[in-house]
């Protein structure tokens, strides 16, 4: 069904959306979807930064002594 829409069909959508909408409600709308992505990229840069933090916490280096490593 979709596959049969060109570029007439998407304009004549796109019309009848602003008509029944309004140039201010769409322009809020697609402010908030911008708020949105952005929002979500941030979060993805913060979770990528604490497993990054959390790996240089498992590398800890061992300053067990070397005698201390033959008693066990």
């Keep these: 069904m979709l596959n049969n829409i060109g570029p007439v069909g998407l304009l004549l959508i796109a019309v009848v959306v602003l ?3 309004g140039r201010g409600k769409i322009s809020s709308l697609m402010g ?3 708020k949105g992505i952005t929002s979500f990229k ?4 913060e979770g990528q930064n ?3 933090e959390d790996d240089e916490y ?3 280096k ?3 002594p ?3 490593k033959d008693k066990v």
């Design 32 to 34: 908030e979807v911008g």
């Design 50 to 52: 604490s497993l990054d």
């Design 66 to 68: 070397e005698t201390e």
């Design 19 to 21: 008509v029944l909408f």
């Design 58 to 60: 498992k590398q800890a």
């Design 42 to 45: 941030k979060g993805i840069s």
């Design 62 to 64: 061992d300053v067990t």
